[in-house]
Nanobody, 118 residues
Framework: QVQVVESGGGLVQAGGSLRLSCAASGRTFSSYAMAWFRQAPGKEREFVAG??????YYTDSVKGRFAISRDNAKNTVDLQMNSLKPDDTAVYYCAADLNRTYVAYDYWGQGTQVTVSS
């Protein structure tokens, strides 16, 4: 069983920045693919950014604004979000993919709210 816990959400004005953090348990954290997803009201959950084996992946709408990073010594993965827009408002979820399938995420956090005001 892997526990995933997010933190760092909040309210920010458009153009501002927030940093989300995710802590995951497990002795083999460095082997997990990790990702951030988000779900806005009335919309389906969407992939935002992922990281695995030194490679990073982003959805087009956040490229150049968001940066995902991980610290395997601390079992954490962060999402630095800059130049935030009202469209970035959503609940953000961290997820762990133990087998690095990049499509099937095994464990999810409870989510953290990000609200961007215009």
């Amino acid at each position: 069983q892997v526990q995933v816990v997010e933190s760092g959400g909040g309210l920010v004005q458009a153009g501002g920045s927030l940093r989300l953090s995710c802590a995951a348990s497990g002795r083999t954290f460095s082997s997990y693919a990790m990702a951030w997803f988000r779900q806005a009201p009335g919309k389906e959950r969407e992939f935002v950014a992922g990281i695995s084996a030194g490679s990073t992946y982003y959805t087009d709408s956040v490229k150049g604004r968001f940066a995902i990073s991980r610290d395997n010594a601390k079992n954490t993965v962060d999402l630095q979000m800059n130049s935030l827009k009202p469209d970035d408002t959503a609940v953000y979820y961290c997820a762990a993919d133990l087998n690095r399938t990049y499509v099937a995420y095994d464990y999810w956090g409870q989510g953290t709210q990000v609200t961007v005001s215009s």
